[in-house]
């Protein structure tokens, strides 16, 4: 988000909440509505454009203030560490497999000739996983897929593999065999409270019903 804002205030420091809205278009964020960083962008804007000065952080914060990042500057300058900087001696690189299909039955997993493979450290399957149910709300996420299980979107890890090279990760996660039977897929909430939708989860589609009550506090 930050190099597109970038990217769009180096052409235009007079930008509207729409031409914001369309430089950031290809940033999905499911932890957002948007706004705030909508609103940093304008700010951004404005700050370049009458050539303010960043205030400094304030030494107490209160509600409604704007609080300053400790590591807004290392993110920027792109000077971070962060774990996939870091290099020790003797480490291994892995690189998940994943389902192609939002919605589909895994017919076959075969990992035989990407562990075959005289590079291949290890492959792991849901078979390696002790505990392989998790969730924020409810334990209904698979840490991985295997045969027999319907996948629930694109991205469902089927296989990890690892090795000692890295550039042969790409290499040994092709010779992970996958076969699937495609299913039709549910895309929206809408849909899936239908009668006749595809179940998500054997329990079904709703994971949970809760009455609310308005009034007076």
Partial sequence: MIISAKSLLDMNLNPTRADVKQAIRGNLCRCTGYK??????LMAAEFFREKKQVPPAPKTLHMDEHAKRIDAAEKVNGTGIFADDIIVDGMLYARCV?????????????????????????????????????????????????????????????????????????????????????????????????????LIHPDGNVMSRANLVRGNP
């Avoid at 705030?36 to 962008?41: F, G, L, R, S």
């Fill in 36 to 41: 705030k960083i909508e609103d940093a962008i």
């Fill in 98 to 198: 994943y389902s192609r299909y939002p919605r589909a039955h895994i017919d076959r997993i075969d990992v035989t000739r990407a562990a075959a493979h005289p590079d291949c450290v290890k492959v792991l399957t849901k078979a390696d996983v002790p505990c392989n149910k998790i969730g924020h709300i409810k334990q209904d996420w698979d840490v991985m897929m295997g045969e027999g299980d319907i996948t629930r979107y694109v991205g469902n890890v089927l296989a990890v593999i690892a090795t000692d090279k890295k550039e042969k990760l790409n290499e040994i996660a092709a010779l992970v065999e996958v076969d699937y039977t495609e299913l039709p897929a549910v895309t929206n909430p809408f849909d899936a409270l239908r009668g006749d939708a595809p």
